[in-house]
């Protein structure tokens, strides 16, 4: 993105060409304006609003990597841009428009964090986006405290770990104080603190072997020809992480054809953990978007049968485009709510990739950390109770349930997990030592930590059902 900007001086000498790249990254940010906007007064997710706006745009690849550093990060350091805001507002910046508060969160967002975007472009946008909505003298406000802020940057007093160690991190890594409470009862200071820092890095893409069309051989053939930077991953072998994040990847024959699947490895090693045999019958009651269910698919080298179901039949549709391109012949889609879908069959395994709240992505998904609150956490551990509860009446005896989370909460993960064993006597857990890397078990579970192992946090737990 700091590219974009950095064309506009080398084509100094030309003044037209220079308005006319200055007019489009203008376009970006305006963009970037409006799409948090949207995402204040609605439920929907930033990735879904960036897509949207490329859509509808004629951007270029760099407008796009623009304007998605420019949304992400704002959502990710919102906290933080806010709280120096309110120390250099004239008036009481909370009670601004949203529209006001976004411009300004824009312009500072590429002060603080990008260093090669000059001032004037960072700001000179926002205070004529404001001029047009909201009039001269509002816009003058911005400019005065935006320009006041870059001339005290060094000089800007945070609260003290001595004074309020939760608000202390609340501001530094911008969260809202109740999930940084959580984290410092749970993990403790420093782990806390790491999981903090770790959650705000921009992610890394990872891709996963398609081992039913190709080798992973093949696969770091065709990376080394792209000239792509990446490592493998040390928790499977089929997995590599990509350091190229401008690389769109997604456009090239590796994921059209089919060769690749984009999958976290915290979502491959839980997929791994259920183990199927070929010829199994497996029942996947919380698909979509897929990932699990295509990998379950392969590793039962196209036997056998994977239903794939989701509540929404809108999200199959995913499925069945990843069935094609994979090459996949088992999957067949469903739709069905897992608190009450019957079948008429015991399946081998019952994959529950339960509704969670997804605090292990934070990292990809920084809304999460605005958009949750400490109550959804009681609320869904509710609900994947009510899932489990039902997956025990088909899955056949020697068979198993893999319980799976996207989240470090311990009320959706380990508690669950009591709670079930104690209730259903006839199932146990099995160590998820005996199917996968030690380095990412802890007690029987399947347990990643952004902060440890580099990727998602997640949980899973295999249970076998034993008469």
């Given at each position: 993105m700091d590219t974009a900007l950095e064309n506009e001086n080398k084509n100094s000498n030309n003044s037209t060409e220079n308005k006319n790249c200055f007019e489009q990254v203008k376009t970006v940010r305006e963009t970037a304006i409006?799409?948090?906007?949207?995402?204040?007064?609605?439920?929907?997710?930033?990735?879904?609003?960036?897509?949207?706006?490329?859509?509808?745009?004629?951007?270029?690849?760099?407008?796009?990597?623009?304007?998605?550093?420019?949304?992400?990060?704002?959502?990710?350091?919102?906290?933080?841009?806010?709280?120096?805001?309110?120390?250099?507002?004239?008036?009481?910046?909370?009670?601004?428009?949203?529209?006001?508060?976004?411009?300004?969160?824009?312009?500072?967002?590429?002060?603080?964090?990008?260093?090669?975007?000059?001032?004037?472009?960072?700001?000179?946008?926002?205070?004529?986006?404001?001029?047009?909505?909201?009039?001269?003298?509002?816009?003058?406000?911005?400019?005065?405290?935006?320009?006041?802020i870059a001339r005290n940057i060094d000089n800007i007093r945070y609260p003290t770990r001595e004074e309020d160690l939760v608000y202390h991190l609340a501001v530094m890594y911008s969260y809202p104080r109740w999930i940084v409470k959580r984290w410092l009862e749970y993990f403790g200071e420093i782990e806390a603190e790491k999981m903090l820092f770790a959650s705000n890095r921009r992610p890394y893409l990872t891709i996963r072997t398609n081992t039913l069309k190709t080798t992973s051989e093949e696969i770091v053939g065709r990376l080394n020809s792209l000239k792509l930077h990446y490592f493998v991953s040390p928790y499977n072998p089929d997995s590599f992480v990509l350091r190229n994040p401008k690389f769109n990847i997604l456009k090239t024959d590796l994921v059209t054809d089919g060769l690749v699947v984009v999958q976290d490895t915290s979502a491959t090693l839980a997929a791994l953990l259920a183990s199927p045999e070929p010829n199994s019958l497996v029942y996947d009651l919380c698909a979509a978007p897929g990932g699990k269910s295509?990998?379950?698919?392969?590793?039962?080298?196209?036997?056998?049968?994977?239903?794939?179901?989701?509540?929404?039949?809108?999200?199959?549709?995913?499925?069945?485009?990843?069935?094609?391109?994979?090459?996949?012949?088992?999957?067949?889609?469903?739709?069905?709510?897992?608190?009450?879908?019957?079948?008429?069959?015991?399946?081998?395994?019952?994959?529950?990739?339960?509704?969670?709240?997804?605090?292990?992505?934070?990292?990809?998904?920084p809304d999460i950390k605005w958009k949750k609150e400490r109550e959804d956490i009681y609320r869904l551990a509710e609900t994947q109770k009510k899932i489990l509860a039902n997956a025990v009446n088909f899955v056949k005896p020697g068979g198993v349930i893999i319980y799976s989370t996207c989240t470090t909460e311990p009320e959706e993960n380990e508690l669950n997990i009591e709670w079930f064993l104690s209730n259903y006597p006839n199932f146990e857990l099995e160590p998820a030592e005996n199917f996968l890397p030690p380095a990412v078990c802890d007690g029987g579970f399947l347990r990643t930590l952004p902060s440890r192992h580099h990727i998602d946090g997640a949980f899973a737990a295999r249970l076998k059902r034993t008469s």
């Open positions: 409006q799409i948090l906007n949207r995402f204040e007064r609605s439920d929907s997710y930033i990735e879904k609003l960036i897509d949207k706006a490329i859509r509808e745009s004629n951007f270029n690849e760099l407008d796009r990597a623009l304007l998605t550093e420019l949304v992400y990060g704002v959502v990710r350091w919102k906290a933080k841009l806010d709280y120096v805001l309110v120390g250099f507002y004239f008036g009481d910046y909370l009670k601004c428009l949203n529209v006001v508060k976004n411009a300004m969160r824009v312009a500072l967002y590429q002060i603080m964090f990008l260093d090669k975007i000059p001032l004037y472009a960072a700001v000179n946008e926002s205070v004529e986006y404001v001029k047009r909505i909201q009039g001269e003298k509002t816009a003058g406000i911005v400019n005065a405290v935006l320009r006041n295509f990998l379950l698919a392969e590793l039962m080298k196209n036997t056998g049968k994977v239903i794939a179901m989701d509540k929404y039949s809108s999200k199959l549709q995913m499925i069945v485009e990843g069935v094609k391109r994979l090459g996949l012949q088992n999957i067949e889609t469903r739709t069905g709510d897992a608190i009450n879908v019957k079948f008429n069959e015991l399946a081998d395994i019952v994959f529950l990739d339960v509704p969670c709240s997804g605090l292990g992505t934070i990292a990809k998904n």
